[in-house]
């Protein structure tokens, strides 16, 4: 009878971590797909620190990292703004989820002492 009741509470908990950890795994996953607008624009800039291969290398580099992680293919090269931010376009749009993502690398991944600094995203 102990056993039995020691079973049912081991399968209980079992259980509940089983979904618990299902429940995460749903919350944080990646489901990708494209957004409704035809394309979404990236400005943003970069600092180095001692980084001497320039700042046009800088933005691409770390662009070409960000988009990878993505896995999305149809994105320009960033292009050096007036004000030395750097633009660049996504098409088609990036949903909601996949938009954070890519602030998110942007503005936390230092890249061989690059980082850079989303200043607007917009899907038009």
Same mark, same amino acid.
């Given at each position: 009878m102990?056993?039995?009741?020691? +079973? +049912?509470i081991l399968l209980v908990v079992l259980g509940g971590v089983l979904f618990g950890v299902h429940a995460l795994e749903e919350a944080t996953e990646y489901h990708g797909g494209s957004g409704t607008a035809a394309t979404t624009t990236v400005v943003f800039t970069v600092q180095g620190k001692r980084f001497t291969h320039g700042s046009d290398l800088a933005a691409t580099t770390l662009w070409e990292t960000c988009v990878g992680t993505l896995e999305w293919s149809d994105t320009s090269t960033p292009v050096r703004q007036a004000d030395g931010s750097y633009q660049a376009v996504v098409h088609p749009?990036?949903?909601?989820?996949t938009r954070r993502r890519l602030r998110g690398c942007l503005e936390d991944l230092t890249l061989d002492r690059i980082r850079g600094s989303v200043t607007r995203m917009a899907s038009t």
């Open positions: 102990k056993t039995a009741r020691n +079973v +049912v749009s990036l949903p909601a989820d």
